[in-house]
């Protein structure tokens, strides 16, 4: 059955700039801001990555301080996800799995690798951010 949010009568072109329930309507702005955060933060990796290789290239017009400011904002960007991941763990949270893959946990050694891996590039991030040239 069509949601009336989504028919494409003429009677329903109303309904389409009103919520039918505040639930529904929570639920649509969650999926909204997820998706937002989720481009929010690719982006964010994605500049800061090439904010260190271009940082770090040895060519005189490159600021000094792009590479080690880039480093800091990917250890807050680290810093920022990390409770997700630990949210996934402690609440038995499916992941980011295939679409066709049936929505079960990923084993706790992932948890507990990735967990690892993220101490040690938290580290090197504050290693690069705060060393002196």
Request: net charge neutral; with cysteine.
């Amino acid at each position: 059955m069509q949601h009336s949010a989504c028919a494409s009568s003429p009677e329903s072109s109303q309904a389409l700039h009103l919520p039918l329930n505040p639930k529904e309507m929570c639920l649509r702005c969650q999926l909204c801001i997820a998706a937002f955060l989720y481009l929010y933060v690719g982006a964010a990796e994605i500049l800061g990555g090439l904010g260190m290789c271009i940082g770090a290239l040895p060519l005189n017009s490159i600021p000094s301080w792009l590479c080690p400011t880039s480093a800091l904002g990917l250890f807050f960007l680290t810093a920022a996800v990390t409770p997700a991941n630990i949210y996934m763990y402690t609440h038995n949270a499916p992941g980011p799995l295939p679409e066709s893959a049936e929505p079960a946990a990923l084993p706790w050694p992932f948890h507990a690798l990735r967990g690892v891996m993220q101490m040690v590039l938290l580290a090197v991030l504050w290693g690069i951010a705060t060393a002196s040239r």
